[in-house]
Every structure is written in C-alpha cells, then in structure tokens.
C-alpha cells in the first residue's frame, strides 16, 4: 500500500481511538455530574386535618307538673286499680317522667314514683338551677363619713326568699361609733337581692355585709 493509505488507514485508526475514548471522556462525566447532584430530601406528607370538634349537647331539660285537683293518687300502675302509693295536695309540684294515654309518670320529692291521671295536673315551668352565690339587685348609693372615725363594720343580714333583707346583727365595729354602725346597717336593709334557689325552691339565706369608714 503506498502511504496515503497508510496514512488514511492510521486516520481511521486514531478516529476510532479517539471516539472511543470521547465516548469513555463523556460517560465518565456523567457519572461525575450524578455522583455529584445532592440527594433530594424526602417527601413529607401533610398532617391529616383535625376532625372538628364534638357539638356541645344541651343539657336535658327536666319536666314538671303541678297538681290541679286537692288530694291526687299516685298510683304504682296507669290505671285506676292500681295500689296507691301516695297522695298528693293540690299545687304540688311533680317532676314528670312520662306519659301512658292520660296517664302522666310522676317523682315526688321524696322520691317516690308512680303514676297520676293527667286531667288533674297541669305542665310547670323547668325548674331553675340551684344559685351559686346572692345576687344582689338593686343596693343603695354608699356615704362616707364626714368625722374622724375610721374602721370596719360586718353586718349579718337574714334575706327573705322574696330578696328582702328582715334582720341585722352588728357582728363587729372596730370604728367605735353607734352612729357608723346604724348607718352601715339602714345601707343594709336597703338592698335588695335575687330569691336564692335550692333545689327548685326559693331559701332565706344570711348576707354578711362589710362597711369600711
């Protein structure tokens, strides 16, 4: 062969090499870009919501009846053979339980059950809840004392069911004055309160009333 194709031979040869070696060049540089791409962090999936809270349920309202008819039976069954298991005076007040035709299923106070015939008994008002502490309604304008005097006054104040105070009793007078100590007590007896509820009834209760001169 003479040395053009030598040469031409040698070309190819040195393409070949060379190609191959680009394609090593090239390989090699992927891998050094992969090796070199961080690791991306993992997925992390949102909380769950939170389920919306209960619905507050009301508190159940006990019913009530009043007797209408003067010495009304309570009987054991709804019918009137039934045994008599109380008797009851007109305006008493029942919790009702339920009903059976016209027969109404009464508690009385003392905790006996049974069972009354509707038509002598009429539906009462819910029971209001029992009080926490007196309310005052309506209480007079405070004077302060014109003189020397200084000190404390309690006062103990019998409240009637309807709110009204009935009774005062000086319990302590560090300001040494009669006078200061009337005074205190006329403020008292002018106050007036919210009937006190027990048990769904309205109680007197004692009122301590402190006075600072």
């Given at each position: 062969m003479s040395d053009g194709t030598r040469d031409s031979v040698g070309s190819k040869a040195r393409r070949a090499v060379l190609g191959g070696a680009g394609w090593?060049?090239?390989?090699?540089?992927?891998?050094?870009?992969?090796?070199?791409?961080?690791?991306?962090?993992?997925?992390?999936?949102?909380?769950?919501?939170?389920?919306?809270?209960?619905?507050?349920?009301?508190?159940?309202?006990?019913?009530?009846?009043r007797v209408a008819g003067s010495k009304l039976s309570v009987r054991e069954a709804p019918n009137t053979s039934a045994r008599t298991v109380a008797k009851v005076a007109r305006g008493t007040r029942l919790e009702k339980r339920g009903e059976a035709g016209?027969?109404?299923?009464?508690?009385?106070?003392?905790?006996?059950?049974?069972?009354?015939?509707?038509?002598?008994?009429?539906?009462?008002?819910?029971?209001?809840?029992?009080?926490?502490?007196?309310?005052?309604?309506?209480?007079?304008?405070?004077?302060?004392?014109?003189?020397?005097?200084?000190?404390?006054?309690?006062?103990?104040?019998?409240?009637?069911?309807?709110?009204?105070?009935?009774?005062?009793?000086?319990?302590?007078?560090?300001?040494?004055?009669?006078?200061l100590a009337q005074r205190a007590s006329a403020e008292l007896r002018q106050m007036k309160f919210k009937p006190y509820m027990r048990a769904c009834r309205a109680v007197p209760f004692i009122y301590v009333f402190t006075r600072n001169f």
């Amino acid at each position: 062969m003479s040395d053009g194709t030598r040469d031409s031979v040698g070309s190819k040869a040195r393409r070949a090499v060379l190609g191959g070696a680009g394609w090593a060049v090239a390989a090699a540089l992927v891998l050094a870009a992969c090796a070199g791409t961080a690791t991306p962090p993992p997925v992390t999936q949102p909380a769950a919501p939170e389920p919306p809270p209960a619905p507050a349920v009301a508190p159940e309202v006990t019913a009530y009846v009043r007797v209408a008819g003067s010495k009304l039976s309570v009987r054991e069954a709804p019918n009137t053979s039934a045994r008599t298991v109380a008797k009851v005076a007109r305006g008493t007040r029942l919790e009702k339980r339920g009903e059976a035709g016209e027969w109404v299923e009464v508690v009385l106070a003392s905790g006996v059950a049974g069972w009354v015939s509707g038509r002598y008994v009429t539906a009462d008002a819910p029971c209001p809840p029992d009080s926490v502490e007196p309310e005052v309604v309506s209480a007079p304008p405070v004077g302060f004392a014109s003189d020397s005097q200084h000190g404390r006054i309690v006062i103990e104040g019998t409240v009637t069911r309807a709110g009204d105070v009935a009774l005062v009793e000086v319990k302590e007078n560090t300001t040494g004055s009669g006078d200061l100590a009337q005074r205190a007590s006329a403020e008292l007896r002018q106050m007036k309160f919210k009937p006190y509820m027990r048990a769904c009834r309205a109680v007197p209760f004692i009122y301590v009333f402190t006075r600072n001169f």
